[in-house]
């Protein structure tokens, strides 16, 4: 039949819909905001009436998972952590010193690496760790434990290799450089950066890099690396030249670091665990894992949710907005290859 509408009547149309759907995903993203806030807020209240103690009063072996990047902190898109704690893992093991019923810790690495900092740090409070208990460690390697992942085990009383696991990576990074002064040129943008000395802005992405600034950088990847190698050697009581020959950055499989020397056994983390128990006499002594990561409730629903840019930029735009995001340059135990 035919419809009459009149003049004040609004045809039904896409954006009508569109704005009614938004406007409902909205009010469903403000109760889920407010449920996250809630349920947080309930874990913490539960987390201190029960006196936060996740260390059990019988024999136990702790393991500590290193997962992705070894730095800081790792978070999701709303700011929860994920992945590997820094200051968390150094505290837990501190705790773990000062434990009793601890008997050894399995470090579960499943890491391309890391800044050479933290990759430092935590090797030093492995062998402190060590020093003061008499405790074992053992790296039981994942799918990939390179660079900084394999630096932490260096120290390790046994290193264990999955059969698929990809490791070594011995070496340093600056990660790359970038020098945008021709594509700047090209668009006609000019730039002043107003130092203190000759060398003060070297790596600044607007300027072409001089001979003595890349031997400047050179000298600052040259002693990272020199200290890896002197670790690698000592952990693994192997003569520091033989270590230069095998540490130029390559990816060893579990049965090539095995053949040199780089790891004691392949197997599985399950393997390694018996392997502890029976070379240190343990027993049945349970294995507890210790994990700082927290999944929040937005961080469940929309945490690998990729959001899509807002709005469109200009040539000029994109290029000052590449040089902010990829010109930096943290010295690291950085397997890129692997890198997530």
């Excluded at 943008?189 to 890099?209: E, R």
């Excluded at 390559?250 to 090539?256: C, D, H, L, N, V």
């Excluded at 790891?263 to 002594?285: L, P, W």
């Amino acid at each position: 039949g035919v419809r009459f509408y009149s003049m004040d009547t609004k045809v039904p149309n896409k954006k009508a819909r569109l704005k009614k759907a938004l406007i409902i995903f909205g009010i469903i993203i403000a109760v889920i905001v407010v449920l996250g806030i809630m349920l947080s807020r309930f874990d913490t209240d539960s987390s201190s009436a029960s006196g936060g103690n996740i260390y059990p009063d019988d024999p136990y072996i702790a393991k500590l998972n290193v997962e992705g990047t070894i730095g800081e902190g790792n978070s999701d898109y709303f700011g929860t952590p994920v992945g590997y704690q820094h200051q968390w893992t150094l505290d837990t093991i501190d705790d773990l010193i000062k434990d009793d019923n601890n008997k050894g810790i399995i470090l579960f690495i499943n890491s391309p690496g890391g800044g050479v900092y933290e990759s430092d740090e935590l090797y030093f409070k492995i062998k402190e760790y060590q020093k003061k208990t008499g405790r074992p460690v053992y790296s039981a390697m994942g799918t990939m434990a390179a660079s900084g992942g394999y630096y932490i085990s260096t120290p390790c009383d046994k290193i264990i290799a999955n059969r698929n696991c990809w490791t070594g990576s011995i070496g340093v990074t600056l990660g790359t450089i970038y020098d945008f002064s021709g594509l700047l040129e090209k668009y006609g943008v000019k730039t002043n950066t107003i130092t203190s000395g000759a060398n003060k802005a070297m790596g600044n992405p607007v300027d072409p890099m001089t001979d003595e600034q890349k031997k400047i950088f050179q000298s600052l990847v040259d002693e990272a690396y020199d200290q890896f190698v002197n670790l690698v050697a000592e952990g693994r009581h192997m003569d520091v030249q033989k270590v230069r020959t095998l540490a130029d950055g390559r990816i060893y499989t579990a049965k090539q670091a095995l053949a040199l020397g780089l790891i004691d056994k392949i197997g599985t983390y399950d393997e390694a665990v018996a392997d502890m128990k029976t070379t240190y006499k343990m027993g049945d002594c349970q294995v507890v894992e210790l994990d700082d990561e927290q999944t929040s409730l937005l961080g469940m629903l929309f945490g690998k949710v990729n959001l899509p840019a807002l709005s469109s930029k200009s040539d000029v735009a994109s290029i000052v907005e590449l040089m902010k995001d990829e010109n930096e340059f943290p010295i690291s135990y950085m397997c890129e290859t692997l890198k997530k």
